[in-house]
């Protein structure tokens, strides 16, 4: 099958001829749309625009030389415009002396072509300029995969696999920067280190499967607690991290107690087995505790979860309720 000069595979290339003189645009149009072109009009620099507003041509014929904005004009915006795909714009002019064609390749222009032209050299150069625009076409699309890509491999080198939470390393990270945002502005942040009770029995009574199953659910638990501002993390295992700006003790408490009750209510299921859990969390918060590292103030909250524990599970402790054992005499 013979395909027409102005069609590829993916339909017919739109061209847009921007002119003020009538007969121009009107022969113009005749010759491109008997070679299979789509050809768009307009006769002034606005309209010019709006067209390409409306829909990106693959093409722009542009004469330079029209009254109030000029083919100069029309090309400079188009090509500062970041929302729009690369369009090739070949300048249509009567003008002919170097600085002339200078200025057209300086405010954008891909080409230039005098007039009077020969038809058979405006198509020669439209179709160099529509092989160019292939190639960009194919280069951005390259560049976006590229791109998302590279979203997809950040969020991963930052996630849980298996909760798609922050994982271990991530969240001290980001407990380092909120605890140095935390001096700089001198708001409070808090901790709150939450543990599933007995969760070994879990996987061994019902099998891995079923215990990832409650580690993910109890995921969702915890970041929907959570506010926005609120980093939550898989520490390890059946524990999780929440990092909470500008939070001092009795509010990450109240946030931790929030999470145990959800947790508490929530019937776990995995096919037909049917679970309920608990939790243990221990909370701590940098102006109430005597930690000088965001280290220390980790392993406060770690100290008040062992002694969420210890004192019978299903609890939140706060780090201040914990006593400091007393250096032997």
């Known amino acids: 099958m013979t395909i027409s000069a102005g069609v590829t595979e993916d339909g017919p290339t739109r061209v847009l001829v921007v002119d003020d003189v009538p007969d121009n645009v009107e022969i113009l149009h005749a010759r491109l749309a008997s070679r299979g072109y789509e050809v768009v009009t307009a006769t002034n620099g606005p309209e010019a625009l709006e067209a390409v507003k409306v829909q990106a041509p693959h093409l722009i014929l542009l004469d330079v030389m029209m009254p109030g904005m000029d083919g100069h004009e029309v090309t400079r915006r188009i090509k500062d415009d970041e929302s729009l795909p690369f369009i090739p714009i070949i300048l249509v002019t009567a003008l002919t002396e170097t600085e002339d064609v200078v200025q057209g390749l300086e405010s954008g222009a891909d080409d230039h072509i005098s007039k009077p032209y020969n038809f058979n050299e405006l198509e020669a150069r439209m179709r160099?300029?529509?092989?160019?625009?292939?190639?960009?076409?194919?280069?951005?699309?390259?560049?976006?995969e590229l791109e998302h890509a590279n979203i997809r491999l950040k969020k991963l080198s930052v996630t849980d696999g298996l909760t798609e939470l922050f994982n271990h390393r991530h969240v001290h990270e980001q407990l380092h920067d909120e605890w140095e945002r935390s001096r700089r502005t001198g708001e409070p942040v808090g901790v709150a280190m939450i543990d599933l009770d007995k969760f070994k029995r879990i996987n061994d009574t019902y099998g891995h499967p079923t215990g990832d199953v409650v580690l993910y659910e109890t995921a969702r638990i915890i970041k929907e607690t959570a506010r926005e501002i609120d980093m939550v993390g898989r520490y390890g295992g059946e524990e999780f991290i929440a990092i909470l700006p500008n939070t001092d003790e009795e509010e990450a408490a109240a946030f931790?107690?929030?999470?145990?009750?959800a947790v508490e209510e929530h019937l776990y299921r995995d096919g037909a087995v049917e679970i309920r859990m608990t939790t243990s969390c221990g909370v701590a918060s940098s102006q109430a505790s005597q930690a000088d590292t965001p280290e220390e103030l980790l392993k406060a909250a770690d100290e008040a979860l062992y002694e969420a524990k210890r004192s019978g599970r299903n609890r939140a402790v706060r780090a201040t309720q914990v006593e400091t054992p007393q250096p032997q005499a």
């Open 128 to 144: 160099a300029m529509l092989r160019v625009k292939r190639l960009q076409d194919e280069l951005d699309l390259k560049n976006r």
């Open 256 to 261: 931790a107690e929030r999470v145990r009750a």
